[in-house]
């Protein structure tokens, strides 16, 4: 998700100590309870499937709907309760079946079956309900089905998925979700997964829309919109991509998020086949940013309509990283919107380098300010009461992708994610996972990396010189000198790759010398055709340091 405030301007200790060895995955908490969304998620049940069958008035927020579960359970349960907003009347629930009493609590919905449930068996719950869609504020957002007064949207990060369906909203329980949506004549649905069929409803003037995926999603993932649309079917991709906007919108829009299809293929080519059975936009006339629904991302239209780059590669990255791998515990964030953040990077450079450098920036300003406020919260335990900490989760966590990519080098960095995209494909990961498929794919040590960028607030304090300068002899007609440069950081050791550029007197003399600091000292010998004069260390201003004070001898 890119939320609106982020565009504009838990925990307990991450459970994988610092120095883990390489490969070494430490065994995680339980995913429930989450510190972070404390009153969300159900342990004990394990959702299989979801049927939802909806009518959806999309002028008057109103649904009547029947959502039909298939789960198992991991333990013996007297009762059952799922996730559900109070707002809803609850007209009937069934389990396998028979007749059940219900009550509604404030979040919850709990179900009283009429003899006791067996762990490892599975059961079929049906609950018939109607209602207007309740919207309310989670972590400072407002999620559920959001209303702009023409169209409903599904903006469901962190918890909003039971504003509208009952279900584990947690996404440690992925399922897989069949929707049948009946709207009024007039009006357009567009949801998660393939389009089955579209036609006539056995409502009086209304049209049936169904939508299937089989492959196993969060909740607050499942992409649901109704409104008085229209679809633009893209060409450029060997899958669907279709956007959904207003009429009067169609040409603009068209000509806006023409790139989709030439993003879609560059990020293939890096992170591997995409996922899932489509993609696309559903535009709502809230100013929000954007959010990441399985297959179809819900974009803000001002932002639609600008073409903002940087947002439709962010939108689309998720698709990787957040939907296909998503977050075991809500503290795990930053390895959505780190990746999804950073993604923008990979594509601006490509066609925006200006734009890429100014993005750059940013997140190197926001790393600085955390180490320098000595800010208390770090990626790997971020403040439950800010989860979506813009300088924190999203420009760090970038920051601390793009320095990993620039420590282990392009090619070896995107073979490793694509490995860890197939490690964890349709499940969930938290940090230690993501260091331990990465130790795996490379065969390097990263517990050094993850304890002072990931664990921590900090920067290297860095010093460096040139140690030396020895004439060659000639080699033709042209002279050559061997230098020898040192640069030490001297605080702590901060694994990282930067460059040190060795300057002439003439402006044209210029060579970059790669320093891996592997070690906190690192040494590097190299034959260049001048007489170096001085040294720029990071001249391009890549990565977050600091210069080291002077000794004092």
């Known amino acids: 998700m890119l939320p609106l405030l982020f565009i504009l301007a838990l925990l307990p200790a991450q459970e994988v100590a610092p120095g883990s060895k390489p490969g070494e995955r430490a065994e995680r908490p339980a995913a429930l309870p989450d510190p972070t969304v404390p009153g969300r998620g159900i342990p004990g049940i394990d959702v299989q499937h979801y049927t939802l069958e909806l009518a959806i008035d999309s002028k008057r927020r109103f649904t009547e709907a029947t959502a039909t579960l298939e789960l198992k359970l991991a333990e013996d349960q007297r009762f059952l309760e799922l996730d559900f907003h109070h707002m809803f009347e609850v007209i009937a629930t069934r389990v396998d079946g028979r007749l059940a009493e219900a009550e509604l609590t404030p979040h919850r919905l ?189 974009i803000g239209r001002e932002e639609a309509l600008s073409g903002d780059q940087a947002l439709l590669a962010h939108e689309l990255a998720h698709q990787w990283f957040g939907n296909l791998v998503s977050p075991y515990q809500w503290r795990d964030l930053w390895l959505n919107e780190g990746w999804a953040t950073w993604s923008e990077l990979l594509w601006l450079e490509s066609q925006q380098p200006k734009m890429a450098r100014k993005t750059l920036a940013g997140w190197r300003r926001s790393t600085f300010r955390l180490a320098m406020r000595e800010h208390p919260h770090t990626l790997a335990e971020p403040d439950p009461q800010n989860l979506f900490d813009g300088k924190l989760v999203y420009d760090k966590g970038a920051m601390v992708i793009h320095l990993l990519d ?115 000292t690192v040494q590097a010998t190299v034959i260049v055709p001048f007489v170096p004069e001085n040294s720029v260390l990071d001249p391009d201003k890549r990565g977050p340091w600091v210069p080291a004070e002077p000794r004092q001898d």
């Open 110 to 298: 709990r179900i009283n079956p009429d003899r006791n449930l067996t762990a490892g068996r599975s059961i079929e719950v049906e609950v018939i309900y109607r209602g207007l869609f309740p919207q309310d504020e989670s972590q400072g957002d407002v999620v559920g089905m959001l209303f702009d007064g023409h169209s409903v949207v599904a903006y469901l990060e962190p918890d909003g998925a039971h504003h509208w369906f009952p279900c584990n909203d947690h996404p440690s329980d992925k399922a897989t979700f069949e929707l049948i949506v009946d709207v009024p004549t007039g009006q357009r649905a567009a949801a998660i997964g393939q389009l089955i069929e579209e036609g006539p409803s056995p409502r009086p003037n209304h049209t049936r829309s169904r939508w299937r995926t089989d492959i196993p999603t969060a909740t607050y993932l499942v992409a649901l919109g109704v409104g008085p649309w229209v679809r633009i079917e893209r060409e450029g991709t060997h899958m669907p991509i279709w956007d959904y906007c207003e009429e009067g919108d169609r040409e603009a829009i068209e000509k806006s998020l023409a790139v989709v299809p030439k993003m879609m293929n560059f990020f293939e080519e890096r992170f591997g086949p995409y996922p899932f059975e489509k993609y696309g936009h559903m535009l709502t006339r809230k100013w929000i940013g954007g959010m990441e629904d399985q297959t179809l991302s819900v």
């Open 406 to 520: 620039e420590y282990l080098g392009r090619e070896k960095f995107l073979q490793a994610a694509r490995d860890y995209l197939g490690e964890f494909a349709h499940g969930n990961v938290a940090t230690s996972d993501f260091q331990a498929a990465f130790e795996k794919a490379t065969g390097e040590d990263l517990a050094p990396f993850f304890a002072s960028w990931v664990h921590a607030n900090t920067l290297p304090e860095i010093a460096w010189s040139i140690d030396s300068v020895e004439t060659l002899r000639n080699t033709g007609e042209k002279k050559r000198w061997k230098v020898t440069v040192t640069a030490e950081q001297r605080n702590q050791h901060h694994p990282m790759m930067l460059e040190l550029e060795l300057r002439g007197t003439e402006t044209k003399q210029r060579f970059r010398v790669p320093l891996y600091f592997r070690e906190a």
